[in-house]
C-alpha cells in the first residue's frame, strides 16, 4: 500500500491519475460514438438529438455562449454544468471543437466556447454528444487541494496512522437487540465511539447498509449533521428507503429523474416546491418569460446590431430621435426598448435567484441528514457546509479521489464495503492504481480499533457460502439459521420437473444448493469490433435450465441469469426476451439477490485463457448472489487451468 511524505506528493500523484482517466474517459465516448447509433447513444443519456442552436451572447471571460433548444424538451440525460460536450450534424469525429455545459433548463442546454464558435452550431437538427462527464474530475481535483485546510484527515491519507492511537470517547451503550445481531450492534458502538475514522467491513448478505442506517440513526439522535453518499443514484436510494423506514428525517440532492420514485418527497426539489421563497421565486420565474416574450417584438442588442455601442449610448440615441452611424434610429428605439426590458429581466432573475437560493439553504440547515452521491457532494448546494460525520456506503466501489469528495466535507469519517468485491471502474491502464479503493488502502493500515467486519449472513444456503467463505473471509462468516439450510423446496408450489435432460436433472433438485454444469461443446466466440466474449452453447444451456426451473414452479422473479461478458448477457436477452427473469452483467448485480442465480461463465478455449475471470472478486459477487441455488455453467477444461477454478470446481463434485 502506498504511503506519501506531505500531501504536496499525495496531491501530485493523484492529480496525474486523474488526469489520464480523464483522457481514457473521452477516448471511451469516442470509442461508443462509433459503435453505436445515435437514438442507442440517446436512450444510454450520453447524447441528444434535434437540437436548434442560436447565438447566446458572451458570458464571463469573454466566452461564446450557444443555446440549444429542444421543443418537446430534453431527454432524461447524465449531462451536467462543467460536462465537456461536441456538437455535429452527423456521427461525430472527435476533431470537433469541444464546449462546456454552463446550464440546463428542461428544453434547453446552453454550452460555452473558448473562441469564436463553428457556424454550424446555429443550425437545426445539431446532436449534442457527452464527451467527458467532465465535473467529476474537477470535483476529485478540488477535493484533493481541499486537504490541505484538514490536517487530520491529511495524516491518515498519508497512512501515518499511529498517530491515531489515542482512547475513544466512550459513549452510553446503544440497544438496538431487538433488530440487530450482536455484531452489528457492537460495530454500531465502535463507531459511534470513534473520535475520527472507522471502517465496517460487510461481507455479502451480513446487512452492510442495514448496519450503516441503524448508525446514522443513532448519530442523529446525537443532533449530528451527518453527510450520506455513495458512489451511485441506486446505492443512495437504498440507504434512503432504510433511513426512511427508521422514520430518520433526510433529505435527498440529485435529479429527481434518476431517484427511485417512492423517495421523491425526499427530494430537495420536491421539498422545494412548499417553501414560501421558492414559491414567490417561481413567480418571478413566470414574469421574466412574460418579459421575454415582449422582448421578442423589438431588435436584440446583440452581436452586429449594436456596432460596439454600450446600452446606455444606444438609449441616449435613441432618446435623440436621430439615425447613428447607418443605423435607422427606429432600429435604435427598439435596440433601447430591448435593452430596458433586459435590464428588468436582469433585476427580476437577481432577486429570484437569491429567493431560491435562500429556499434551498433554509431547507439543508434544517436538515439533519442529507443523502447524495459522493460526486454530487462536492456541488454548489453543499459548498459551505461542514458535517459532523460523513458516511460512505459501497466506499469500495469508489476511487479514492472520488471518496474525499465528500469526506472533506467532515470531521468525522465512516466507510462501509467490502474490498474483496468489485473495485472502482477504471478506464485508464495507466491510471489502475486508482482501482485500490481509499477503503482497501485504509483496512490495510488502520490499527484494528478501528475496523470490524460484520460475520452473520442473511441471505445463502451454507453451502453456497462455502467457498466464498474459505477463500475471502478467512471462514469468519456464519449463515444465520433461517438461511443456513434454506432451499426450493421451503418456497410456496415448488415441484421438481420430472421430465428432464439427466445432464441438469440436478439444477431442480433441492438437496443440492450448488450445482456445475460442464459445457465442452461451447465455443467461445467474438465480434470483430468488440473486446467482448459470447457463448452460443452456454446460451442453450441457460435456456433449457431456465425452463426447467419455471417448469418445476418458479416465478420468473426468483431467478436471476448472469455472466461476466456483455456480449453475452445482449444474447441471453434476446434469447429469453419473453421469459421476464432478470438478465445482467455480474459487475451489474452487484449488491442484488435472487433466489437462484444462473451464471453463465463463456470461456472456452484450448488454451486455458480465462480473461477477466481472474479477477477473483468479480468471481466473489458472482458466487454470493444466490439465496437458495446457485448454477454454474462453464467448461471445466478451461477453467480448471486456474487453481481458483480448479479448487471450486472439485469441491464442489466432493460435495
Excluded at 439 to 457: C, G, K, V, Y
Excluded at 535 to 551: G, Q, V
Aim: glycine share 4%.
Amino acid at each position: 500500500m502506498k504511503r506519501f511524505q506531505d500531501i504536496a506528493q499525495y496531491k501530485k500523484y493523484f492529480s496525474s491519475l486523474i488526469q489520464k482517466e480523464r483522457k481514457a474517459e473521452m477516448e471511451f465516448h469516442l470509442n461508443e460514438i462509433q459503435l453505436l447509433s445515435a437514438r442507442q447513444r440517446e436512450a444510454k443519456g450520453r447524447a441528444i438529438l434535434t437540437l436548434t442552436g442560436r447565438d447566446a451572447g458572451t458570458g464571463i471571460g469573454g466566452v461564446y455562449l450557444v443555446k440549444l433548444v429542444r421543443g418537446s424538451g430534453l431527454p432524461d440525460n447524465e449531462i451536467s454544468n462543467g460536462d465537456v460536450v461536441i456538437i455535429s450534424k452527423e456521427k461525430p469525429i472527435g476533431n470537433e471543437e469541444q464546449a462546456t455545459v454552463v446550464s440546463k433548463t428542461k428544453r434547453s442546454i446552453t454550452i460555452a466556447y473558448n473562441k469564436v464558435p463553428p457556424y454550424l452550431v446555429f443550425g437545426r437538427n445539431l446532436r449534442l454528444d457527452l464527451y467527458s462527464n467532465d465535473i467529476t474530475f474537477q470535483r476529485m481535483l478540488d477535493a484533493i487541494s481541499s486537504l490541505e485546510k484538514l490536517p487530520k484527515l491529511q495524516d491518515f491519507i498519508k497512512s501515518n496512522i499511529d498517530l491515531f492511537l489515542e482512547e475513544q470517547n466512550l459513549k452510553t451503550p446503544i440497544n438496538y437487540t431487538k433488530v440487530l445481531n450482536t455484531k452489528q450492534e457492537l460495530i454500531v458502538q465502535k463507531a459511534l465511539n470513534s473520535n475520527d475514522i472507522f471502517l465496517i467491513h460487510g461481507p455479502p448478505g451480513t446487512g452492510k447498509t442495514t448496519t450503516l442506517s441503524y448508525l446514522i440513526k443513532s448519530f442523529f439522535k446525537e443532533d449530528k449533521k451527518v453527510l450520506v453518499t455513495a458512489p451511485s443514484n441506486t446505492a443512495v436510494d437504498n440507504i434512503l428507503e432504510k433511513l426512511q423506514s427508521l422514520e430518520v428525517p433526510s433529505t435527498r440532492i440529485g435529479n429527481p429523474v434518476r431517484m427511485d420514485e417512492n423517495l421523491l418527497n425526499l427530494s430537495l426539489d420536491v421539498q422545494l416546491q412548499d417553501h414560501p421563497d421558492y414559491q414567490q421565486a417561481n413567480g418571478i420565474w413566470n414574469k421574466i418569460q412574460l418579459l421575454k416574450k415582449e422582448q421578442e417584438d423589438y431588435v436584440p442588442a446583440t452581436g452586429q446590431n449594436r456596432r460596439g455601442l454600450s446600452d446606455q449610448k444606444i438609449i441616449q440615441l435613441a432618446s435623440s430621435k436621430k439615425p447613428y452611424r447607418g443605423i435607422q434610429s427606429g432600429k435604435l428605439r427598439k435596440m433601447a426598448k430591448w435593452i430596458k426590458i433586459q435590464q428588468d429581466i436582469n433585476k427580476n432573475f437577481e432577486e429570484a435567484q437569491a429567493l431560491q437560493e435562500a429556499a434551498i439553504e433554509s431547507i439543508l440547515e434544517k436538515s439533519a441528514i442529507i443523502c447524495t452521491t459522493n460526486s454530487s457532494a462536492g456541488s454548489e448546494l453543499l459548498k459551505d457546509i461542514i458535517f459532523d460525520v460523513v458516511c460512505i456506503d459501497e466506499a469500495t466501489q469508489s476511487t479514492e479521489p472520488e471518496a474525499l469528495i465528500p469526506l472533506v466535507k467532515g470531521r468525522k469519517w465512516i466507510l462501509a464495503g467490502d474490498h474483496q468485491q468489485l473495485p472502482p471502474t477504471v478506464k485508464a491502464k495507466e491510471a489502475s492504481d486508482l482501482s485500490i479503493s481509499l477503503f482497501e488502502r485504509f483496512q490495510a493500515e488502520l490499527p484494528e480499533n478501528r475496523i470490524d467486519i460484520l460475520t452473520i449472513q442473511y441471505r445463502m444456503h451454507q453451502d453456497i457460502m462455502r467457498f466464498s467463505n474459505e477463500n475471502f473471509y478467512q471462514n469468519q462468516l456464519k449463515a444465520h439459521p433461517s438461511v443456513a439450510h434454506h432451499t426450493l423446496k421451503d418456497l410456496p408450489g415448488f415441484e421438481p420437473f420430472p421430465y428432464i435432460n439427466p445432464a441438469i436433472e440436478a439444477v431442480v433438485q433441492s438437496s443440492k444448493p450448488v450445482v456445475f454444469i460442464p459445457c465442452f461443446e461451447g465455443k467461445e466466440e467474438q465480434l470483430a469490433d468488440s473486446h467482448s466474449w459470447f457463448n452460443r452453447e452456454e446460451i442453450a444451456l441457460t435456456k433449457e435450465i431456465t425452463d426447467a426451473l419455471l417448469s418445476s414452479r418458479l416465478f420468473p422473479e426468483d431467478i436471476g441469469i448472469i455472466s461476466p461478458y456483455d456480449q453475452q448477457v445482449s444474447r441471453l436477452k434476446s434469447t429469453l426476451k419473453d421469459y421476464h427473469v432478470e438478465i445482467k452483467s455480474i459487475d451489474g448485480f452487484q449488491g442484488r439477490e435472487k433466489e437462484v442465480i444462473i451464471i453463465s461463465l463463456v470461456r472456452s478455449n484450448l488454451e486455458g485463457n480465462i480473461g477477466f475471470l481472474r479477477d477473483y472478486r468479480r468471481l466473489n459477487v458472482a458466487l454470493t448472489r444466490a439465496k437458495r441455488k446457485l448454477i454454474i455453467i462453464g467448461n471445466p477444461s478451461t477453467l480448471q487451468s486456474n487453481p481458483v477454478y480448479k479448487s471450486f470446481i472439485e469441491n464442489l463434485q466432493n460435495q
